[in-house]
């Protein structure tokens, strides 16, 4: 059933936050964390802010000094960000990109990184039996590549392999992440061998943009999986991916990429407007509405 939410007409006292991209319109969250404000009748806002990269040094300290709470961050920005935060947090510095601000009383601006604990989340709701210290194989070397790395190590992964079309990537992706995931080893693997290398391994997940709509559907024979290897797909743009399918027709865990988009949002939200928001299937189903959409619907 669809859970009926009420606009909540915002005061003078009202918290501020919203997403900066660009473009924005493609963004979420605006409609993720409209469903909480809602839900939980907090009296704030959240907006998108479409704002140029040029002009990003000029607004960024502004926001605070306007009263916003904190924002996220979407592209170009993500990496763009670091140098005008007063303090980036660990995780921002691991995985190289910023995806959430918060700003305090004085100003100052503090950037994190929360996409890492979205997946670890994800992955612990949709697969609660993983084998979380089994070898994992990570497809893709880009910047969700990173954040899911970390995860997959922060969670117990012993050995990580990360398969890449151009080697060189996952090879950087290692020398920068390998020193904040010191009980795990990573290793980089040929791209033409993922589907031998499934073998053993107790996560598979794809970060690259196969399967995306419009993108070719990623390349990969399970036939060599273990019975209780979990498939992941960070892709949510069709929420079943051509991957996920075949996982679940062979009666494997599979798990979406919308998961991870919904539960990345979590600790920015409690941060801004003080209320810890749940996922569930009434806020998948109000985000999932608008992605078969294709365009943001009107709240
Ligand atoms: P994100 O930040 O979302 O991870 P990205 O940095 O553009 O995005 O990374 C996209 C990933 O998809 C990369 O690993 C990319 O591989 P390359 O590093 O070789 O470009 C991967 N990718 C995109 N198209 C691909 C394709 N046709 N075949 C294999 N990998 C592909």
New binding site residues.
């Given amino acids: 059933m669809t859970e009926t939410l009420h606009p909540v007409w915002i005061s003078g006292a009202a918290r501020l936050a919203g997403v900066i991209g660009h473009p924005v319109t493609h963004s979420r969250s605006p409609r993720l964390h409209g469903f909480w404000l809602a839900r939980h009748r907090i009296d704030g806002a959240y907006l998108p802010l479409a704002i140029r990269p040029e002009d990003l040094a000029q607004v960024l300290p502004a926001l605070p000094r306007m009263g916003f709470r904190g924002v996220n961050l979407t592209l170009p920005h993500k990496e763009l960000v670091l140098p005008l935060c007063d303090e980036v947090e660990p995780v921002a510095r691991a995985i190289g990109a910023v995806n959430t601000l918060i700003f305090g009383e004085d100003h100052r601006i503090t950037g994190t990184n929360t996409d890492a604990w979205g997946f670890g989340a994800a992955l612990a709701a949709g697969a609660p039996a993983r084998d979380a210290a089994a070898p994992a194989l990570v497809?893709?070397?880009?910047?969700?590549?990173?954040a899911v790395v970390y995860a997959l190590a922060k969670a117990g992964a012993a050995r990580i392999l990360i398969a890449?079309?151009?080697a060189e990537?996952?090879a950087a992706l290692i020398r920068d992440l390998a020193p904040h995931c010191p009980a795990t080893v990573l290793e980089a693997v040929d791209?033409a061998a993922r589907s031998d290398l499934l073998a053993g391994c107790g996560t598979l997940v794809n970060?690259?943009?196969?399967g995306l709509h419009g993108?070719?559907p990623l390349d990969i024979d399970l036939g060599l999986a273990d019975d209780r290897l979990v498939v992941s797909d960070?892709v949510y743009d069709p929420l079943e991916t051509p991957i996920l399918k075949a996982a679940r027709a062979r009666g494997l865990v599979a798990v979406d990429g919308l998961g991870m988009l919904l539960h990345q949002a979590v600790p920015g939200f409690e941060r801004w407007f003080g209320v810890r928001p749940v996922v569930d299937a009434a806020l998948r189903r109000h985000v999932a509405a608008d992605l078969l959409i294709g365009e943001p619907a009107p709240c």
């Fill in positions: 497809l893709g070397a880009g910047g969700a590549a990173r890449n079309r151009t990537r996952a791209w970060t690259t943009s196969l993108q070719p960070i």
